[in-house]
C-alpha cells in the first residue's frame, strides 16, 4: 500500500504524543561544515553514538553491539563496500559535532515511497550539548537534501524509533511536519515508529 502526502499522522490524536522541546529554536549560534565522512572522524563520531545509542534513553548502559555495527558500516562506507553516504558536521576548529547517514530505501519503508528514486535517512546524531538551538541538526538535515538531490534522488525518507520519541520526534516534527504513517511493531513488538518524508 502506497501512502500519500495527504494520509499524514497525527500523532496527538493516537496514544503516540510527540513531547515539545522545552527551549525554543533560535538562530544559529556560530558556522558549521558538513562535509564527507574521513576516516580520522570515526573515534569522534563514535563517541556521539555512544550518546545516544543507549537504553534507556540518554540516561542508562550503551548498546555496545548496536554502535560496533554503526562503526563497521561507517568504515566500509569510506572504502566504498556498502551503499551507505555518511557526513559530519564540524565546528570551527573541525571537532565533530554531529553526522548523518543515507542508504538506499530498505524494503519495509518502500510502502511510504511516491516517487520513483527515493533515500533514506538512516541516522541523525548531535552531540549532546550542541543540541536545540544551535543549528547542527538543522544543517545536517538540509545538506542531506541538498545531496540526495543534486545525486538526482527524488524524495528522502525516514523512521524514528520510540526511542527518540521526546528527541527526535519533536525535532523531525518541527523540520518536516507531520509523519505520513507509522511502522508497527518495527522495532518489536509495541514498539513502533513514525515515518516522515519530504519531495526533493
Known amino acids: 500500500m502506497i501512502l500519500r502526502p495527504d ?19 533560535t538562530e544559529i ?16 563520531v563514535e563517541q556521539i553514538a555512544r550518546q545516544w545509542v543507549r537504553f534507556p534513553p540518554e540516561t542508562g548502559p550503551v548498546i555496545e553491539e548496536e554502535v560496533q555495527e554503526m562503526i563497521e558500516l561507517m568504515q566500509e562506507s569510506i572504502k566504498l563496500q556498502n551503499n551507505r553516504h555518511y557526513f559530519v558536521s564540524t565546528d570551527k576548529a573541525e571537532n565533530v559535532v554531529g553526522f548523518v547517514c543515507l542508504a538506499d530505501l530498505e524494503p519495509k519503508m518502500q510502502q511510504f515511497s511516491t516517487t520513483e ?24 538535515y538540509n545538506f542531506a537534501k541538498d545531496w540526495s538531490r543534486a545525486k538526482g534522488y527524488t524524495e528522502i ?5 520510540p526511542r527518540y520519541k521526546k528527541t527526535g520526534w519533536p525535532f523531525y516534527q ?10 508497527k511493531d518495527f522495532y518489536g513488538p509495541g514498539n513502533g515508529a513514525p515515518v516522515w518524508r519530504e519531495d526533493l
Open 174 to 183: 518541527i523540520i518536516i511536519g507531520d509523519p505520513i504513517g507509522m511502522l
Open 7 to 25: 494520509n499524514r499522522v497525527n500523532l496527538k490524536r493516537m496514544n503516540e504524543p510527540i513531547p515539545t522541546s522545552e527551549e525554543p529554536i
Open 157 to 161: 525518507i525516514l523512521n524514528s524509533g
Open 117 to 140: 528514486n527515493p533515500i533514506e535517512l538512516k541516522n541523525l546524531y548531535v552531540q549532546q550539548g550542541k543540541r536545540r538551538g544551535k543549528g547542527v541538526g538543522s544543517a545536517l
Open 29 to 44: 549560534e556560530q558556522s558549521y561544515v558538513v562535509r564527507e565522512l574521513r576516516l580520522t572522524d570515526v573515534p569522534q
